[in-house]
């Protein structure tokens, strides 16, 4: 079903096939720089698509993708936390954060000697050839990484791989009847694990996921209203 509506935003509306050559763009960047199974990929920004297409591309490379960065973070933080994870790439947004519009975060990035590249939604690939590689095959290789909190203390990291994130998936797809005619919207923040619960609920049933990131002007009720949404989750 490459011409099924897929993924959607405020700003973008994905059919299957456009979101795979999507994918697979960004895989091929990765791939040109280095960037492969077992290297970690942030993202620091909005609840845009390019972070799920950010996140499928780190799986299909076997690359551990790490989506937990908050907005209420500051500059100082995230620098901290792509030290400890050895980031090999960050995907964000100007203007993210608590303090972005104060801090040089460019230079700061620049101190990270992991950190190879820099991506934002302008600059992610949207153009892919065939990769030439077939995708990642070991599903219980790390997949994703989550950062709690830190109400109790330092932040601590939690490792999922495609297993532990499907086998939740497939129980609700299963006790909910999600199936390819779903449309899913979560108005979690992507930072959050509830939108990757929805994800996950989305790969597995093959219909449409939205992002709560409605259109500028529109009301939260009325993005609800306007993409028909079957299940609404966060």
Not at 10 to 27: E, M, P, Q, Y
Not at 200 to 222: F, H, I, K, N, Y
Request: with cysteine; charged share 20%; aromatic share 6%.
């Amino acid at each position: 079903r490459p011409d099924a509506k897929a993924l959607r935003d405020g700003h973008a509306h994905l059919d299957w096939g456009t979101l795979k050559a999507r994918v697979d763009a960004l895989a091929n960047d990765f791939a040109e720089r280095g960037i492969e199974a077992g290297d970690r990929v942030s993202i620091w920004m909005s609840n845009r698509i390019e972070a799920v297409i950010t996140f499928l591309a780190c799986s299909r490379e076997g690359i551990a993708c790490n989506p937990s960065l908050h907005r209420s973070y500051t500059c100082g933080e995230i620098v901290n936390l792509l030290k400890e994870l050895q980031s090999s790439a960050l995907v964000t947004e100007d203007g993210w954060g608590a303090d972005r519009a104060q801090r040089d975060f460019a230079s700061m990035l620049a101190e990270l000697p992991s950190l190879r590249r820099v991506y934002t939604p302008q600059s992610l690939p949207c153009e892919s050839g065939a990769t030439g590689r077939n995708p990642h095959a070991n599903p219980d290789s790390i997949a994703y990484l989550a950062f709690t909190s830190g109400t109790t203390g330092r932040p601590k990291c939690v490792m999922h791989s495609s297993n532990t994130l499907l086998a939740n998936a497939r129980d609700l797809v299963r006790d909910w009847r999600v199936d390819d005619r779903a449309v899913i919207l979560t108005l979690s923040p992507l930072s959050h694990h509830i939108a990757w619960v929805a994800v996950s609920q989305w790969l597995v049933g093959g219909g449409e996921l939205v992002t709560d990131l409605a259109p500028q002007g529109m009301s939260r009720l009325d993005w609800i209203v306007e993409t028909e949404a079957t299940y609404v989750m966060g």
